[in-house]
Every structure is written in structure tokens, then in C-alpha cells.
């Protein structure tokens, strides 16, 4: 769809908590899409903003709104800050990336100017969250709210949704916005693939023949680090020729390095920290490591299928991220650690599809940054009223 009289005036208000991570990344990712179809992002944050991320959001005719905490310099500092953008233009609508009570301001000083359109975006499965009965109400709760205020459910997959919006959501009626990726990115020849791939493993001391196996994602409880750790214990002792790098930053870097060290596992894992770009590191990969509790739609599983790397993750995950390749294996995590240790293996030995193929089963589930951001779009403009991967 081009620009017609019909969308070339649109105007939409994305409200993101904190710049950083999958939400930001989601936004961006159609920002650099949306100059050509005429629609103008605002946005209204809490943090600093990239340059990358601020050149987008200009480009499209937007620009970046600060917010003040309301738990900070109270709520009458924090509604002023956000009827900025509500005094400056006129929105189609407001896209919240904020969820549950923490919603309903927005929601309502929305409303006070006039919005009739509010939706709430599912990002995230916090199910695995709930442990009490309190826990439970709460989550119910926090499921009503997000059903009374959203217009309609819309997030990245099916298992967010039901997540955010509650296990009764007729998905029939829900809009899946697929998180994208650049799949120039990933359009690595066999040639380019293998030149990469010798870089990378010689860059961190990996011999052809070891196993490489990566666990990519923050350093928080929810990716189940944890099962890593067992994992690599497991390798250990079996003398098992396999390395596992763990990329990314959290607050749990500290303690896992203590176990590692405590658990004389140094030999097997390797902290990279954060890795940029994450594209020109996958191809040293042999097999990606998944053991999360929850995700709401991992974008990492697709990038890596994207490389021609294959996945081993849990069964807690959507399994909407499987791109047909024969590049994605679950195991359920009440499997004994042997078992999951057999499959990254097994996994490993899988032959690099073409490039052709990756990317067009990229495009075809919608993941490619076009594709989603078409479907955004037509979704938002009424060419279209739902969207299942």
C-alpha cells in the first residue's frame, strides 16, 4: 500500500515506557517503514533515545516526547508532560506498550482529548510469573483492565496475547504484529556465510570441530540460565567437545559468573556481554540455546533461523517462530538435561538451508521489516481486522 489522501495524514502516539530492548527495536523497526506510507510517530518515553532511534521517528514527521515519573514529581508534573503531544496534534490513535493499571493514565488522559482509539500491545507471557493466589488475582486483574481499555487485542504472537489480554481472547478477532527483522541483515552467500562464520569462532578461540552452542537474550531469571548451567555441567562431565557463549548484559551477570566459577565451568562457558551487530555473530554459531520459562515472541530464534543456524529451545515458547526450516527443535524443561544435551547435537549437525529460502520464508511469515510493517499498516488503516502466523 502507498500513500493515498486516505492514510497520508495519520498520525499515531506510541507510548513506551523505556527505551532498550524488544519494544523499542518493534518501534523502530516500522518507523523506518512508515515514510512510506505517510504516517507520522510521536512518541512519549521515559528515557534518552538512541540517535538511530530519534532520526527515525523525525523522519517520519514525528518527534519525542518526555515524560516525567509520575511516582517521582507526582502525577499533575506526569499529566502535563504527556498532554504535550495530545495539545500539539491530532492522533489516530494511541499505541500503548505499557500494560495493565500502569495503562489506564494514558488510557484516560487519551480519552480527555478526544482518542477513541487505544490499544494496548502485548509484547510479553508473564504467566510464568504467577506462583500465589495472590499472584492470580492480580494477573486476572491486569487481564480485565487490558481487555476494557484496549480497542482490540493486538501483540506478537498468539501466546502473548492469551497472556496479556487472558486464556478466553477469541484470537480469531486478535491482531498478531509480527516483531521483524532486516533481512538484508542476514542475506549472508555460502561464500560470505563461511568467511563469517571462520571470523567469529576464531575471534573467541572455537576449533572446528567443538560444538559452539549460544544462549543470546538478557540476563534476567526469565531466560533460565540456570538450565545453561546444568547443561554445561553435563558437558563437562561427559568430556563432550562443546563450548556455550552467553551474550547479553542483566543484573544476573554477577551471580552466574560466580557459578560458573564456583562450579569450575570456565573452560566450557564464555560471558561476551552484549554483541553488535548480533548478525555478523551468528553464523560462528552451531546451535542457538532457548531454555527460557516464558517469551512472548523471540525475535532472536528468527534471526538466528535467518543465519542457517538452527535452535534448540523450550516448549514454553511459541511455536510461531519456526520458520518451516527444519531449523527448530523443543524440549519440554522437566526433560532430563541428557536428553536436551542429545538434541543441541543433533541440531548441530543441521545442513544451512540457501539463502533464498531462509529470506523467503522470513517474508512469508511476515517477519521481514516490509512485511510487518505492511501489515501494520493495513491493520491500523481497516484494510485488514486480524492476522495469525
Not at 490499544?119 to 504467577?130: E, G, P, T
Not at 553435563?234 to 567437545?241: A, E, S
Not at 528468527?302 to 523443543?330: F, H, P, R, W, Y
Request: aromatic share 10%; proline share 4%.
Amino acid at each position: 500500500m502507498q500513500v493515498t489522501e486516505e492514510n497520508k495524514h495519520l498520525r499515531i502516539l506510541h507510548v513506551m515506557g523505556n527505551f532498550g530492548g524488544g519494544i523499542s527495536s518493534f518501534i523502530l523497526n516500522k518507523a523506518k517503514l512508515m515514510p512510506k506510507y505517510g504516517i507520522t510517530f510521536d512518541i512519549a518515553t521515559y528515557d534518552e533515545c538512541s540517535q538511530e532511534f530519534e532520526t527515525a521517528i523525525q523522519a517520519t514527521g514525528g518527534k519525542i516526547y518526555p515524560l516525567v515519573n509520575p511516582k517521582k514529581e507526582g502525577y499533575k508534573s506526569f499529566s502535563k508532560t504527556f498532554s504535550k503531544p495530545f495539545e500539539d496534534n491530532k492522533y489516530y490513535l494511541v499505541h500503548c506498550h505499557v500494560e495493565g493499571y500502569r495503562a489506564i493514565p494514558y488510557y484516560k488522559i487519551a480519552r480527555n482529548y478526544g482518542v477513541k482509539r487505544f490499544y494496548i500491545h502485548a509484547h510479553h507471557a508473564n504467566d510464568y510469573k504467577v506462583k500465589s493466589v495472590k499472584d492470580q488475582l492480580m494477573f486476572k486483574m491486569e487481564q480485565t483492565i487490558n481487555t476494557k481499555l484496549s480497542t482490540a487485542a493486538v501483540g506478537c504472537g498468539r501466546i502473548a496475547i492469551k497472556s496479556v489480554y487472558g486464556p478466553k481472547t477469541n484470537l480469531n478477532n486478535a491482531m498478531v504484529i509480527p516483531n521483524s527483522i532486516d533481512v538484508e541483515e542476514y542475506n549472508h552467500s555460502e561464500e560470505n556465510f563461511q568467511h563469517v562464520r571462520e571470523k567469529g569462532r576464531s575471534d573467541f578461540g572455537i576449533s572446528d570441530d567443538t560444538i559452539h552452542i549460544g544462549h543470546v537474550g538478557r540476563l534476567v531469571p526469565v531466560k533460565n540460565h540456570e538450565k545453561t548451567l546444568e547443561i554445561a555441567k553435563y558437558i563437562k562431565d561427559k568430556q563432550i567437545n562443546a563450548k556455550i557463549l552467553v551474550t547479553g548484559a542483566g543484573h544476573l551477570e554477577s551471580s552466574l559468573k560466580e557459578k560458573v566459577e564456583t562450579q569450575g565451568l570456565e573452560s566450557i562457558i564464555t560471558f561476551t556481554g552484549r554483541i553488535s551487530p548480533i548478525s555478523e555473530y551468528y553464523p560462528a554459531l552451531d546451535v542457538l540455546l532457548l531454555p527460557s520459562f516464558s517469551e512472548g515472541l523471540p525475535t532472536t530464534v528468527v534471526e538466528v533461523q535467518g543465519a542457517g543456524v538452527s535452535t534448540v529451545m523450550s516448549k514454553a515458547i511459541t511455536s510461531e517462530v519456526d520458520l518451516g526450516l527444519n531449523l527448530v527443535e523443543q524440549v519440554s524443561l522437566d526433560t532430563p538435561v541428557s536428553e536436551w544435551v542429545d538434541t543441541l547435537v543433533k541440531m548441530s549437525q543441521q545442513p544451512v538451508p540457501n539463502v533464498q529460502a531462509r529470506i523467503n520464508a522470513i517474508k512469508e511469515k511476515g517477519f521481514s521489516n516490509e512485511a510487518s510493517a505492511k501489515l501494520y499498516v493495513d491493520y491500523f488503516t481497516g484494510k485488514i481486522n486480524a492476522f495469525q502466523i
